[in-house]
């Protein structure tokens, strides 16, 4: 008689748990469709995009991609190797936060009377060093750009006072410490290695 | 100025330039304009109808396995391409390089939801190495030189051509277009000289070697450089299913075939050796068992020429990036030569121990049913040194890539990966017309063949003479087994009728045969190998035979399991 067993799948591979987040700069060529094949890598992998800014880069033609997402070293390290894998993908790299210079924009838009009426209003966006950037009898506009934990302390402290309406902030944006740039040389290297004679 | 030509001329024009010889085609309105050009070109591509789109892009695989050539599968937009899915995803996961041109509707509907319109863009750019929508005439030499390039460079894989109605009908010179790189895409990196140095290093002091020999050995075409450094080396090697046919089954350092149902002394060993060359090879889950528990006692080092698999599964210690055969002649000039004579001593007594309790049972038995086994023996034992055997998936694959002997390069054609029923019949005829000087043996089930028995009608319209060996088991067996092992013999849906074989074979014209006794074996494949066009060869196998030795789930790579011993 066959000996029946019924059996526990063990599937993780290694017990590495510390999550940090990451920051991915991609360049691509200006193709439709990388943006879906960029988050697919994500969404395969069930690791959740944090945030995501897709701009033009300094060489033409070129994308940039600067995207943050919580994960493993390991995690980041296969996700940035399968988007690199893309025929339209130049490179993909990850950096820490030490790594960057890094920046993420908020706007506000608030309440004129209660700014008028409770100075706490003007003395929060002072402290923080916010811009209003618009007054109209009904609403106002505050600009911060900043660190995201400085962008969500002001968030705070001004929805005290009642007087946000709406609340927006952008994905990071970041540059590299480097003093090589990684996507020019990459360019270089590669005209230079298929240039013809 | 040239002549303006249309967009679908110029699409033919790119293909022979491309040297395409075979198309494996259906029609439907958003592509006939490009069939109407086809039929001027039926003396320089040979154009075979498939019943089926599936067919198409399957065919295209066989062809493109058993050629290293790029197949070419050519449909309608909607359905006629989202048939062909199936067999897209199937060359991304084995690596197999298709292009499939598909009709599209007018740019200028695109995003109205026109007759027969569907994101295939979208749609296929998870499973193709890369997709796009050709929207301009001018673009279509572009798009077909780099469509090729693509394909069939690096580690291969599919590609497809989303081709606009309009582009299609749109006049425009014809401007060959070559490719010498594109930036954002290089196909293989040079060899490191440092790499090799530490391979090496770890291959000069290691005592108990396994070489793991993939399918990218024999998508390099580096059979002879693989060869050329194991006997250098005297390391022992065994390969994954893909990748039997890159050595020999016939070459002594062959310790069989890796993972789930393969041979007990490599699996074994595995986690006894203390190095691991993989060549090729990707680590498949069906390869590893357990992870965590894989290969622990060994350093490896991994060839291949896809960064992104380096360290995917199992921690690498030296990865060789680049073409291994560029890098194994490397290895072989720098290594020394070595015999390892008392670690691949090791191999023989569980080889044995598997032939006792497995192999004997299974290719000679005493009585009963004819068994899988020993049908695959058979067939073996006759076909001739440059067979391509084909098969489908389930327990007929199993059974066949086991006992089948591999003499040739480029001798199997499987669906390793996304283990695709319904492959066998439209690869083996992509494979028939890919290499029509070899002959071509497929082993299918009763499932699989019903998957895609429409197929029967593209073997009698154009000769082609695949033998095609059914072992019914009256079962959807491999899922049966499973329900055997797992499920406590419920038999949930695996049982299946099938129709009368014979007549379908006389309906489509083949000569056919039904094997229901051992005695007649031997002589009905011998009748089978003797016919000069297709061949039908009905063997009726055991009911609930199943396959052995298995790593079974959840179970590390070194726990085989020979099955019930009475
Ligand atoms: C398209 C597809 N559907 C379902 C499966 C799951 N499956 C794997 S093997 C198998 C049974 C195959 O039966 P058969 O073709 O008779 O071969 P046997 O195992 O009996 O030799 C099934 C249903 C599959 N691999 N592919
Ligand atoms: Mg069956």
């Keep these: 008689m066959l000996t029946k067993y019924i059996t526990d799948l063990k599937t993780e591979l290694t017990m590495e748990t510390e999550k940090k987040l990451y920051t991915l700069i991609v360049h691509s060529e ?35 991609y600067t995207i943050t997402a919580y994960a493993t070293r390991s995690e980041i390290e296969r996700v940035v190797l399968q988007i690199e894998r893309k025929v339209d993908v130049l490179q993909c790299q990850f950096f820490e936060d030490s790594e960057i210079f890094m920046q993420e924009i908020a706007l506000f838009k608030i309440i004129t009377s209660v700014m008028m009426s409770n100075p706490e209003v003007s003395q929060i966006i002072r402290k923080y060093q916010a811009n209003i950037i618009e007054v109209n009898p009904t609403f106002s506009v505050v600009e911060k750009s900043g660190k995201k934990d400085d962008i969500m302390d002001l968030n705070r402290e001004l929805a005290g006072t009642g007087c946000i309406l709406q609340f927006v902030s952008s994905g990071r944006i970041a540059i590299t410490r480097a003093r090589i740039e990684h996507v020019s040389e990459y360019l270089d290297k590669i005209s230079r290695r298929f240039a013809k004679d | 100025m040239g002549a303006k030509i249309k967009g679908s001329e110029i699409l033919l024009k790119a293909l022979t330039e491309q040297k395409v010889d075979t198309i494996f085609a259906y029609p439907g309105g958003n592509i006939i304009s490009v069939f109407d050009v086809m039929m001027d070109y039926r003396d320089k591509i040979n154009q075979i109808l498939v019943r089926h789109e599936q067919g198409a892009a399957h065919a295209a695989e066989g062809y493109a396995r058993v050629s290293g050539r790029v197949g070419v599968a050519i449909v309608t937009s909607g359905p006629g391409v989202t048939n062909t899915i199936t067999g897209i995803a199937d060359a991304m996961l084995d690596s197999t390089p298709i292009v499939v041109i598909a009709g599209q509707a007018a740019s200028t509907a695109l995003g109205t939801d026109a007759f027969q319109e569907v994101d295939l863009v979208g749609i296929t750019q998870p499973i193709t190495k890369w997709s796009y929508q050709i929207r301009r005439t001018e673009d279509i030499t572009m798009a077909v030189a780099k469509a090729f390039y693509i394909a069939s460079t690096g580690r291969p894989g599919p590609v497809v051509l989303d081709f606009t109605k309009d582009a299609q009908a749109g006049l425009a010179e014809y401007k060959p277009y070559s490719i010498d ?55 022992p090697a065994a390969r994954t299913l893909l990748g039997l046919s890159a050595l020999s089954s016939d070459h002594p350092l062959n310790m069989g075939m890796l993972g789930l149902h393969g041979n007990a002394a490599p699996n074994v060993l595995t986690n006894q050796a203390d190095l691991i060359i993989a060549v090729g090879m990707r680590f498949d889950d069906r390869v590893t068992g357990v992870v965590a528990n894989y290969a622990k006692k060994a350093k490896i080092i991994h060839l291949d020429i896809d960064k992104s698999e380096i360290g995917k599964i199992v ?15 490397m290895l072989t000039a720098r290594i020394k030569k070595n015999s390892h004579a008392d670690w691949i001593k090791e191999f023989a007594p569980l080889a044995q121990k598997e032939k006792e309790l497995v192999i004997d049972k299974a290719i000679a038995p005493a009585s009963g049913p004819i068994k899988m086994g020993e049908t695959v023996h058979q067939v073996a034992l006759q076909a001739p040194d440059n067979t391509v055997m084909v098969t489908d998936v389930g327990l007929n694959q199993m059974f066949a890539v086991r006992y089948f002997k591999y003499r040739s390069r480029r001798s199997i054609v499987s669906s390793g990966g996304l283990g695709t029923m319904g492959f066998a019949i439209p690869a083996a005829i992509g494979a028939a017309t890919g290499a029509p000087e070899r002959p071509v043996i497929m082993f299918a089930g009763d499932g699989g063949i019903q998957m895609t028995m429409q197929e029967f009608g593209t073997i009698m319209e154009y000769h082609i003479p695949v033998k095609m060996v059914v072992m019914n088991n009256h079962y959807l067996g491999n899922v049966r087994q499973w329900q055997h092992l797992m499920f406590n013999d419920r038999y949930s849906l695996t049982h299946m009728l099938s129709p009368m074989y014979q007549d379908i074979a006389a309906a489509y014209g083949f000569d056919y045969i039904r094997v229901e006794k051992r005695q007649d074996l031997e002589a009905g494949i011998k009748a089978m190998l003797a016919a000069k066009g297709p061949f039908f060869l009905e063997v009726v196998v055991e009911d609930e035979e199943n396959v052995w030795p298995m790593i079974r789930p959840g179970s590390d790579v070194d726990q085989v399991y020979y099955g019930p011993q009475d």
């Design chain 2, 315 to 329: 921690p690498c210690d030296v990865p060789i990036l680049g073409d291994c055969k560029e890098s194994l002649p």
């Design chain 2, 181 to 235: 790189y594109i930036r954002s895409y290089i196909p293989k990196t040079d060899v490191s000289p440092a790499s090799i140095e530490q391979a090496a290093e770890l291959i000069d002091n290691c005592r108990k070697p396994l070489v793991l020999v993939g399918q990218g050995v024999e998508l390099a075409g580096a059979q002879q450089e693989l060869q050329d450094f194991i006997e250098k080396g005297n390391l």
């Design chain 1, 30 to 64: 200006n193709v439709a469709g990388i943006l879906n094949q960029i988050t697919a890598v994500f969404t395969r992998r069930q690791i959740n995009i944090e945030s995501l800014n897709v701009s033009a880069s300094s060489i033409e033609g070129v994308h940039r």
